[in-house]
């Protein structure tokens, strides 16, 4: 009975012990998996989405700059290096020569400036009556004729509405640099936005400036960004009038302030320089002029994007032409002869 008992006790024993070890194995084990599983859970962290931004414009039609309306056959003559003519309503390429070709252009590069600051107060309408005050340099800068038009004081603040009223109108320098600074935080920051929204948009054009100044000009100001000492904003005939049809497209009531002959801004008369405008003399009624932006160094010479709106309108540019107004006008006039 002692041996039964003896092998009984030691049968349950060897039970025990079975069940003891592999409940011991199944709580080891579960300790690893939660283990393992809190360190997939620390590798597999979500990481932090970065903000996208939406002063960029991502979108454009695919006819924007398109060929398939182009106008073939003999063009009228002009003294223009490069020109492009534009239906307005498509964005299709009707009249082109060295199109493709980048020159200096001066301010009408301002045009991208305007653009993006723009786009910034249609995400914030509210900013149109923000105060900003310009910087020494600026202040220095709107004290040379040669450079700027209007004059801010030291101190004084001005709207985004009265500044973006100088930049257009008047085509200030330092008001179009202070956009910029306004809404990139800095000039350098915003250059960098210009070239990235001329990327999405396919362009060829690279800008060094805000303004549209070389930085022969802005040097002494502390606005050289980078390039030779006679650097300046490089743009094709088709990327300025790519950027003109988004301006008028995009932000069509933008235009009330490129068709404004004349107005007072903080005291101070502001003159467009566009002379096809209603009451100036290269004006053809018919078509309905209404902008856009003129401009001139001595290394680009005359430049121009004017905007018509009769039929589907127009966007025309023509560089490095002396006769800018009247050979915008000869080329418009053309290409409502082939189409509406």
Excluded at 80 to 108: F, H, I, M, P, W
Excluded at 121 to 143: C, E, G, I, T
Excluded at 214 to 224: H, Q, T, V, W
Excluded at 227 to 249: C, F, R
Aim: aromatic share 10%; hydrophobic share 35%.
């Amino acid at each position: 009975m002692q041996v039964k008992n003896k092998f009984i006790f030691g049968l349950f024993s060897i039970i025990a012990a079975f069940f003891v070890s592999t409940s011991v194995v199944q709580a080891d084990e579960t300790i690893q998996i939660d283990s393992n599983s809190a360190n997939n859970k620390v590798d597999q962290k979500p990481k932090k989405k970065k903000h996208k931004t939406t002063v960029y414009s991502h979108n454009q039609d695919k006819s924007v700059g398109q060929y398939t309306k182009y106008i073939h056959g003999k063009t009228p003559k002009t003294k223009a290096k490069a020109y492009l003519v534009l239906d307005r309503k498509t964005g299709e390429v009707l009249l082109a020569k060295n199109a493709k070709k980048c020159y200096l252009t001066a301010s009408t590069g301002k045009l991208m400036t305007i653009y993006l600051a723009r786009r910034k107060l249609a995400r914030n309408p509210h900013d149109w009556q923000k105060k900003l005050k310009f910087s020494s340099p600026l202040v220095k800068m709107a004290k040379n004729p040669n450079l700027n038009c209007f004059h801010v004081k030291k101190g004084k603040k001005y709207t985004v509405n009265e500044i973006m009223s100088s930049a257009i109108i008047d085509s200030d320098n330092n008001s179009a640099i202070r956009l910029g600074q306004w809404v990139a935080g800095s000039n350098k920051k915003f250059i960098k936005m210009m070239n990235k929204q001329a990327k999405l948009w396919h362009l060829s054009a690279n800008f060094v400036s805000a303004s549209g100044l070389e930085n022969s000009d802005l040097a002494p100001y502390g606005y050289y960004v980078k390039g030779a000492w006679s650097s300046g904003n490089l743009l094709s005939a088709k990327d300025l009038a790519i950027i003109g049809y988004h301006v008028a497209h995009d932000y069509p009531s933008l235009m009330k302030f490129f068709a404004t002959p004349e107005m007072y801004v903080a005291g101070q008369k502001l003159h467009n320089y566009n002379d096809t405008l209603p009451g100036r003399k290269y004006n053809v009624k018919s078509l309905k002029t209404d902008g856009m932006k003129t401009g001139w160094t001595p290394r680009s010479g005359y430049c121009f994007v004017g905007s018509c709106n009769k039929g589907n309108g127009r966007i025309v540019v023509v560089l490095h032409d002396k006769d800018e107004f009247s050979d915008a006008n000869k080329l418009v006039k053309f290409t409502y002869k082939h189409r509406s």
